[in-house]
């Protein structure tokens, strides 16, 4: 007598799931352009605010690329923004790192950090001008603060999450402090760190346009600030772009540089 079987209902082949496209970042980052640009044109034609269109704004700016006042601000502003920048960032990484590596230097600074992370560096201004007189010094300086103070924070903030079950099994394997701060500590800070050098570049140029008021003939601040006295719209429609634009590609470089170094880390 045949023995009848229910037929096998599992699939012999398995269909793979497809996975979902992903939109390229750089064509997001032109498609958002685009709109922006768009949107500008519309509010601008529309009279909906009293700013200039895209046109004029691009007119104006190819007017002082021409006679070279624009290049001649925007390389005064990055010269005071980078000088100012790479200060504060030098100074930072070793006070935060001593900051959250010794109990004694985290008590003796660390009141002075948050001190002075209340006041805006823009209030420093008239201190800066009494101290320091109306040349080159008190703009870079007022720069350096606003720098260092954010960097500051994310190299100790870096310090102190280090997982502590790294620095134990280092110590453990009889590694001694020297060793595990060089190889255990400073690697898993160095994500902090750049992201807190990205936060005090964004800083820099915040306070650059603030800092070129200070007694200043050259500069996209003082380029704004003068057309200001005659309502000079397009013009400073121009400094702004010129410094978002150049701070966007300084933030990409340290994006980069961010990938870089860190390429072991996980990331979505």
């Known amino acids: 007598m045949a023995v009848i079987t229910a037929p096998d209902k599992t699939p012999t082949t398995s269909t793979p799931r497809r996975s979902r496209r992903r ?9 958002a352009l685009v709109v922006g640009v768009a949107a500008w044109a519309l509010i601008a034609s529309a009279q909906l605010a009293d700013v200039p269109g895209p046109l004029s704004v691009s007119s104006r700016a ?8 624009l290049v001649d601000d925007a390389l005064a502003s990055l010269r005071r923004v980078f000088l100012g920048f790479a200060l504060g960032t030098l100074l930072a990484v070793p006070v935060g790192f001593l900051m959250g590596w010794y109990p004694l230097a985290r008590g003796l ?13 823009l209030a420093i201004i008239p201190l800066a001008i009494v101290l320091m007189g109306i ?7 007022v720069i350096f603060l606003a720098a260092f103070l954010s960097c500051v924070v994310a190299a100790f903030q870096g ?11 280092a110590r453990v394997l009889g590694a001694p402090d020297r060793v595990i701060f060089l190889k255990v500590v ?21 306070t650059v346009v603030a800092a070129e008021l200070i007694a200043a003939d050259k500069g996209l601040g003082y380029e704004m600030t003068h057309a200001q ?12 772009i010129t ?26």
């Open 229 to 240: 006295t005659y309502y000079d719209i397009p013009t400073i429609f121009v400094g702004l």
């Open 109 to 121: 600074l660390e009141p002075y950090v948050q001190f002075f992370r209340t006041i805006p560096p």
């Open 62 to 69: 190819l007017d002082l690329i021409e006679d070279g006042t």
């Open 135 to 141: 040349g080159e010094t008190p703009k870079v300086f």
């Open 159 to 169: 310090v102190v999450g280090v997982d502590s079950t790294l620095i134990n099994a």
């Open 23 to 31: 939109v390229p970042a750089l064509l997001l980052n032109l498609i």
């Open 186 to 206: 400073i690697p898993a800070a160095t994500p902090f760190l750049l992201v807190g050098m990205r936060i005090g570049l964004g800083s820099a140029w915040a």
């Open 243 to 268: 410094i978002g634009v150049i701070g966007l590609v300084m933030d990409r470089l340290l994006l980069l540089a961010e990938r870089r170094l860190t390429g072991w880390q996980e990331r979505r």
